[in-house]
Nanobody
Framework: QVQLVESGGGLVQTGGSLRLSCAAS????????IGWFRQAPGKEREFVAA????????YYTDSMKGRFTISRDTAKNTVYLQMNSLKPEDTAVYYC?????????????????WGQGTQVTVSS
């Protein structure tokens, strides 16, 4: 069973930056992609970004592209989400998960494993 551990969340002011990390216990074919989602209170889990371990494919939600950047370090089995120009509406619990296929990276119900989440709070 793949274990994922997120870290890097916290409290930041509007316009600030945070870098989230997602450390995976292993990389297998079933974990070809690592995706970031977020969930605000009372809302559904929302796709943020995803990347392949090979690094040749990455995906973003259009509204976050340009502010958020996903990257990976295969030596550390870790995926990062650099978040800049943060806004209060970015406040949520951020989760990372594993996915097999590029065609399903935006679908939260197609993720096999999830981390416990990390809270991001952006104050106005």
């Amino acid at each position: 069973q793949v274990q994922l551990v997120e870290s890097g969340g916290g409290l930041v002011q509007t316009g600030g930056s945070l870098r989230l990390s997602c450390a995976a216990s292993e990389r297998t074919r079933s974990t070809n992609f690592i995706g970031w989602f977020r969930q605000a209170p009372g809302k559904e889990r929302e796709f943020v970004a995803a990347i392949s371990w090979s690094g040749d494919m990455s995906y973003y939600t259009d509204s976050m592209k340009g502010r958020f950047t996903i990257s990976r370090d295969t030596a550390k089995n870790t995926v990062y989400l650099q978040m800049n120009s943060l806004k209060p509406e970015d406040t949520a619990v951020y989760y990372c998960g594993t996915n097999l296929s590029a065609s399903m990276v935006r679908l939260s119900n197609m993720y096999a494993y999830w981390g416990q989440g990390t809270q991001v709070t952006v104050s106005s």
